[in-house]
């Protein structure tokens, strides 16, 4: 009650009777409200047009606009207004009439004072509770952005990946050069659209340019457009990539295959935000923030004279390093359920689930090809699959057994030590996974203590 006692509402009174419209307005002021009073239905409709009311009272039976037209012409500006009948004795089937048509709710005459004061409270309590609704859609919807849209498909609740996240919210505040390393198959891009989403660029364009696919002629006129005639081909003016992202933000995906002729125009382009179109001459100056990835190890570039250093420091400012998904498998289960309510829907919609045999083998292999490759070995177990679970023999190929030591992932790089503790954490996540992340379960089937348990969690960073 406390919320709707401090709502100070406007109240729109519809009456060709002055002494009801005083009469009314009176009531109103003494609760508190603001009034506003017309003498007739399309004076009323022309004022609800200007500003809004709360809570609208109209007198059903008036010249030309009735209390009924009232009632729809407004309903149809705002249908969650309330909007209370006046009507006389001989008029209640019509009041009736105006309630079926969504009116709140009518009062006959002579009016009552007392009367009214409960109408008006009760439409009062009906508009802090619309109110409150409305804020509570918007936070929910806040909080869908907050959870979903910030980080789109960056599935992932373990630690490293928590890490990228709080990396990605603070490089997007800023409106300086990014660059996102990562193996190929990481989830690069994804990034790339994280960032640009949450930074103050957001409602600017978004535009990837994959330096990888292109020619270096092509990749030129991709990045700085090309004016008509400039080359074989050019029959018309075409605007390029840094033009198109003027205001947002430009993806250059696989920035370590730019050619070195094109290093140097990249360059100017990033230090100048300027540059010419092929066969132009006129600089075309833009406010464009550049964020770069690559999966090759440019330092082992530029020692082979292959990148240069220079375009190495002016895109290396603010680094982001994505994991490979050996690095992060306690994140294997979420990214496999993820990915079954992604493709399940058009490529089996019957699949609802993994079975525990399935997600151990899929916990165990190496992944080289990183999320890419589970995804793709998702979609492929789908269409395989038969009934409501993912079996192992639905799975492809080389998750049927294949290469053991790749399957099993043991690294010869890694002491025997090492190697332990690396599959004693594969063994761990199996568990857990099995036991639905219950840790009193998960000790059971390991034949560990739970305390035990607790502190192999901790140590191996399992979330």
Same mark, same amino acid.
Request: contains cysteine.
């Given at each position: ?155 992932? +609740? &373990? $630690?490293?990946?928590?890490? @990228?996240?709080?990396? /990605? ?8 050069? =990014?660059? *996102? ?97 092929? +066969? &132009? $001459?006129?600089?075309?100056? @833009?406010?464009?923030? /550049? ?8 330092? =082992?570039? *530029? ?97 049927? +057994? &294949? ?61």
């Amino acid at each position: 009650m406390s919320v709707i006692r401090q709502i100070v509402a406007t109240i729109l009174i519809i009456d060709d009777n002055e002494t009801v419209r005083e009469g009314l307005a009176h009531v109103v002021k003494k609760l508190g409200h603001e009034a506003v009073i017309t003498a007739s239905g399309q004076a009323g409709i022309e004022a609800f047009k200007k500003k809004s009311a709360d809570f609208v009272i109209t007198d059903l039976k008036m010249e030309g606009t009735t209390g009924v037209d009232v009632l729809k012409q407004i309903s149809a500006i705002d249908r969650d207004v309330p909007i209370m009948i006046i009507t006389g004795f001989g008029t209640v089937e019509t009041a009736v009439e105006a309630m079926k048509l969504g009116a709140f709710d009518f009062v006959t005459k002579p009016i009552q004072t007392e009367v009214v004061k409960l109408k008006v409270m009760r439409a009062i309590e009906l508009v802090a509770e619309r109110r409150l609704l409305r804020k509570a859609d918007a936070q929910v919807e806040y909080l869908r952005g907050e959870s979903e849209g910030k980080f789109a498909e960056m599935v992932g +609740g &373990g $630690e490293k990946m928590a890490v @990228v996240r709080r990396t /990605v919210e603070k490089v997007a505040v800023s409106d300086t050069v =990014v660059f *996102i390393a990562g193996e190929s198959g990481t989830g690069k891009e994804l990034v790339a659209h994280a960032i640009h989403r949450l930074s103050k660029r957001a409602k600017g364009p978004f535009i990837k340019v994959n330096c990888g696919a292109l020619t270096e002629t092509l990749l030129e006129s991709e990045l700085f457009g090309h004016e008509k005639g400039a080359f074989t081909g050019a029959i018309k003016q075409k605007l390029g990539r840094f033009e198109l992202a003027d205001g947002g933000t430009l993806f250059l995906d696989e920035v370590g295959d730019v050619p070195p002729s094109m290093q140097v125009k990249l360059l100017r382009a990033l230090q100048e935000q300027e540059f010419e179109r092929v +066969g &132009g $001459e006129a600089p075309i100056k @833009v406010d464009v923030r /550049v964020i770069s990835a690559t999966n090759k190890p440019l330092e =082992v570039e *530029i020692a082979a004279g292959r990148f240069r250093e220079d375009l190495f420091y002016r895109l290396h400012v603010l680094p982001v390093k994505l994991p490979p998904l050996r690095e992060r498998r306690e994140d294997i289960p979420q990214l496999v359920a993820h990915f079954i309510a992604k493709l399940g829907p058009k490529t089996n919609p019957r699949v609802r689930t993994i079975s525990d045999a399935a997600l151990g083998r899929i916990m165990a292999y190496h992944w080289p090809g990183n999320v890419r490759e589970l995804e793709n070995a998702i979609e492929q177990a789908l269409v395989f699959a038969e009934g409501e679970e993912l079996t192992p023999v639905a799975l492809p190929q080389f998750l049927q +057994g &294949g290469n053991e030591e790749d399957r099993l992932d043991v690294p010869r790089e890694m002491s025997l030590p090492e190697i332990l503790d690396d599959l004693e954490r594969q063994l761990i996540l199996k568990a857990y996974a099995k036991a639905s992340q219950v840790k009193t379960e998960t000790a059971r089937l390991l034949g560990i203590k739970t305390s035990a348990l607790y502190y192999k969690l901790e140590k191996y960073g399992i979330q």
